[in-house]
Nanobody, 124 residues
């Protein structure tokens, strides 16, 4: 079992930055690939970014590429999402998730464990 707790959300003006954190507890953190997803009001949850267990491989959605960066610190059992140049359309609840799979990490159904989410609101 893996427990995930997100933090770092909040209200920011367009063009600003936030860093989300996701602290994990439970089984060996480094064996799990980690992902960030988001869900805006009235929309389906969508993939944002994912990182391999070692941190050596990352993938980002086209909509955030060049603005967001996923990273992890396995010594701290934490994964991060650095969000720069935020836009109003980035407003959503952001979720972190963990998977033991090494494939299809952009797919929501691949993930076994989810956090409760943290709200990010970007004002124009």
């Amino acid at each position: 079992q893996v427990q995930l707790v997100e933090s770092g959300g909040g209200l920011v003006q367009a063009g600003g930055s936030l860093r989300l954190s996701c602290a994990a507890s439970g089984r060996i953190f480094s064996t799990y690939a980690m992902g960030w997803f988001r869900q805006a009001p009235g929309k389906a949850r969508e993939f944002v970014a994912a990182i391999s267990g070692s941190g050596g491989s990352t993938i980002h959605a086209d909509s955030v590429k060049g603005r967001f960066a996923i990273s992890r610190d396995n010594a701290k059992n934490t994964v991060y999402l650095q969000m720069n140049s935020l836009k109003p359309e980035d407003t959503a609840v952001y979720y972190c998730a963990a998977t033991s799979r090494t494939y299809n990490v952009v797919t929501e159904s691949s993930y076994d464990y989810w956090g409760q989410g943290t709200q990010v609101t970007v004002s124009s």
